[in-house]
């Protein structure tokens, strides 16, 4: 391109002004709803992110229930299991589940279910060949709800690796934060009180600990959900899902500025509203802060 040709982009799309006024006349257009045209795409930003951030919030999601149900189960058993070999032998698979990162999940899974036994899809969101018509850009959610089994378990099969590399690391936070807690919830008078009624240890922990044990965990819960969002990048990429996470590193190496812009306000807008959200839950879920 010609020296003349790069000055008319550099204005077209406001790049000759300086800082200050480059991000005043953002902030401008974006009150009325206006995010810009990506650079690299030439499509509006706005658009862009509506087509992506489902993707990801589904994948947060499904990482979420699964590192929920995962790391809830585990504490409990570890709990009820004390301090004997099984117990010890728990805790310190935990601690390796803790050291490794979504990313090196991400290639274990690609090597054991992608390379060595490939039963499951590598890359993309669903199957092209299969001709879906999807109402919305959420494709599980709409599946599920619509009944249509087979491209509900295609979905799911394509979120089965991405998903699992995001929740384990965080599968293992969850049970060391709510085991600890449930030490120290089983060591209080209203538990040994049940305990001199009575009740069997199961139901001490799951009825009398667990939901004073819970707050903590749903407030960790909350942060790691936005970590969630963020460690989608990497994760995105070795999977080549189609999310915020993945468009946000082309967006970074082609310096799509108008495009990193609406990233980094989508990603900050979640990261408020999600700790709004979860600093309600601990209100609701904590009988000790709600009655206080």
């Known amino acids: 391109a010609s020296a003349s040709d790069i000055a008319a982009l550099r204005a077209h799309y406001g790049l000759d002004a300086g800082i200050g006024a480059q991000f005043v006349a953002w902030a401008r257009d974006l ?10 795409l030439h499509r509006n930003v706005l658009e862009l992110l509506a087509e992506r951030l489902p993707a990801t919030l589904e994948l947060a999601g499904s990482a979420l229930v699964v590192a929920v149900g995962l790391g809830g189960t585990v504490a409990v058993s570890a709990t009820l299991l004390g301090e004997s070999v099984v117990g010890s032998f ?44 999807f109402a919305t850009p959420f494709y599980l959610l709409e599946s599920l709800l619509t009944l249509r089994i ?18 384990l690391p965080l599968a293992a936070v969850i049970t060391r934060v709510l085991k600890e807690s449930l030490r120290e919830a089983m060591v209080q008078d209203y538990v040994l009180l049940a305990r001199l009624k009575g009740k069997s240890q199961l139901r001490l922990v799951l009825q009398e600990a667990l939901r004073n044990a819970i707050a903590p965990t749903l407030a960790l819960t909350g942060v790691q959900f936005t970590f969630l969002i963020g460690g989608s990048v990497i994760v995105e990429r070795i999977f080549g899902y189609p999310g915020i996470g993945n468009m946000a590193v082309d967006a970074v190496v082609n310096r799509d500025l ?32 709600r009655h206080g």
């Open 150 to 167: 087979g491209i509900l378990w295609d979905v799911g099969k394509h979120m089965i690796m991405p998903t699992l590399a995001l929740a």
């Open 31 to 40: 009150l009325h709803g206006d995010f810009g045209e990506s650079i690299s």
């Open 90 to 133: 728990v805790d310190t698979v935990n601690g390796l589940f803790l050291a490794v990162p979504d990313f090196i999940w991400a290639l274990v899974l690609v090597l054991a279910f992608g390379v060595f036994a490939p039963v499951l899809p590598l890359s993309g969101r669903i199957d092209p060949s299969i001709d879906a018509h």
């Open 258 to 289: 108008p495009l990193i812009q609406g990233l980094t306000l989508v990603f900050g807008a979640l990261f408020i509203i999600v700790n709004m959200g979860v600093d309600l839950l601990v209100v609701i879920a904590n009988p000790r802060l």
